[in-house]
Antibody
Framework: EVQLVESGGALVQPGGSLRLSCTAS????????MYWVRQAPGKGLVCVSGLNRDGSITRNADSVKGRFTVSRDNAKNTLYLQMNSLRTEDTAVYYCVRDVGYSVDYWGQGTLVTVSS | DVVMTQSPLSLPVTLGQPASISCSSSQSLVHSDGNTYLDWFQQRPGQSPRRLIYKVSNRDSGVPDRFSGNGSGTDFTLRISRVEAGDVGLYYC?????????FGQGTKLEIK
């Protein structure tokens, strides 16, 4: 069974940093692009960062460029999102999502990041 | 970015009645490989999104055949033939043709 389990969400002050983790199981992690998708409270879904199979190619939405860095450790079946210079508008549930080529199928349960003073 | 526009944004439906959600994209979602990369997701209250339909009309495993998708180019539709209580939630279309993948605003399906 495919499972994606996020962790690391917390309350952080504006300008602060946080690192999210996503541990994968039930599939060959190194064979898939992976993405982070966020959902602000009461809002829709936004794809923020993505990473190819070996971690050599990253994709970031304009809203997080220069602040967020996505990475992975295939030996640990884990995806990361390093978030720096956090803003109040980054407050959201962050989902780890598996890519299957021009689509995403499995989603984690999400981890809540709250940016507030 | 490709803009995805859904309608309606709110959809009250009587149990057992059909429902339909429209989604349009600002650019064609047809790829040079011949596929059209448009998916539909369901998000029940308090849950993560779940993919229902991929490449316009293909149902995911375990998805009831009450759910169907069709469309082409820039205009797509999700249909539910007979709404059940468990269908309550938000429905999103998503394009995977271009990075970043983008989602519609979401349609809230509720029971009348």
């Amino acid at each position: 069974e495919v499972q994606l389990v996020e962790s690391g969400g917390a309350l952080v002050q504006p300008g602060g940093s946080l690192r999210l983790s996503c541990t994968a199981s039930g599939f060959t992690f190194s064979s898939h692009w992976m993405y982070w998708v966020r959902q602000a409270p009461g809002k829709g879904l936004v794809c923020v960062s993505g990473l190819n199979r070996d971690g050599s190619i990253t994709r970031n939405a304009d809203s997080v460029k220069g602040r967020f860095t996505v990475s992975r450790d295939n030996a640990k079946n884990t995806l990361y999102l390093q978030m720096n210079s956090l803003r109040t508008e980054d407050t959201a549930v962050y989902y780890c999502v598996r890519d299957v080529g021009y689509s995403v199928d499995y989603w984690g349960q999400g981890t809540l990041v709250t940016v507030s003073s | 970015d490709v803009v995805m526009t859904q309608s309606p944004l709110s959809l009250p439906v009587t149990l057992g009645q059909p429902a339909s959600i429209s989604c349009s994209s600002s650019q064609s979602l047809v790829h040079s490989d011949g596929n059209t990369y448009l998916d539909w997701f369901q998000q029940r209250p308090g849950q993560s999104p779940r993919r229902l339909i991929y490449k316009v009309s293909n149902r995911d495993s375990g998805v009831p055949d009450r759910f169907s998708g069709n469309g082409s180019g820039t205009d797509f539709t999700l249909r539910i033939s007979r709404v059940e209580a468990g269908d309550v939630g938000l429905y999103y279309c998503m394009q995977g043709r271009y990075w970043p993948y983008t989602f519609g605003q979401g349609t809230k399906l509720e029971i009348k």
